[in-house]
C-alpha cells in the first residue's frame, strides 16, 4: 500500500517561511512526477508546483520566485520551501505523486492527507 504523508505546515507571519516534506512509503518501484496542490477555504484546489521525473520545474505565476519545488529520489521525497510568505498562501497544502508499485501495471496518482498552512501576524 502506497502513502504519501505531508509534514512542515504551521503558522508563520507575513515574510517568513517554510519547507514542507512528502514522504512517500510502501511498496514503490519509482516514482514519476510530483506535485503540490492549495486548497483555501470556499476555493478549488489549485497546483502551486510540478517537478517531472527528470527534476524539471513549473510554478503558478502567485508562487514564482518564493516558492522551489524538489526532490530527493533515493529517500523517496518531494519538498516545497516556501519563502516571502504571504496571507494569500493561506491553505491545505496537498502533496501527489504519479507512482509505480507494480512491475505489472504503470503509473498511478497518490495523494497525501494535507498540510495546514497559516500565514498571518
Known amino acids: 500500500q502506497v502513502q504519501l504523508v505531508e509534514s512542515g505546515g504551521g503558522l508563520v507571519q507575513p515574510g517568513g517561511s517554510l519547507r514542507l516534506s512528502c514522504a512517500a512509503s510502501g511498496t514503490i518501484i519509482s516514482i514519476g512526477g510530483a506535485n503540490w496542490y492549495r486548497q483555501a477555504p470556499g476555493n478549488q484546489r489549485e497546483l502551486v508546483a510540478r517537478?517531472?521525473?527528470?527534476?524539471?520545474?513549473n510554478y503558478a505565476d502567485s508562487v514564482k520566485g518564493r516558492f522551489t519545488i524538489s526532490r530527493d529520489n533515493a529517500k523517496k521525497l518531494v519538498y516545497l520551501q516556501m519563502n516571502s510568505l504571504r496571507p494569500e498562501d493561506t491553505a491545505v497544502y496537498y502533496c501527489?505523486?504519479?507512482?509505480?508499485?507494480?512491475?505489472?501495471?504503470?503509473?498511478?496518482?497518490?495523494w497525501g492527507q494535507g498540510t495546514q498552512v497559516t500565514v498571518s501576524s
Open positions: 501527489n505523486a504519479d507512482i509505480r508499485s507494480s512491475y505489472f501495471r504503470g503509473f498511478t496518482g497518490y
Open positions: 517537478i517531472t521525473s527528470d527534476g524539471s520545474t
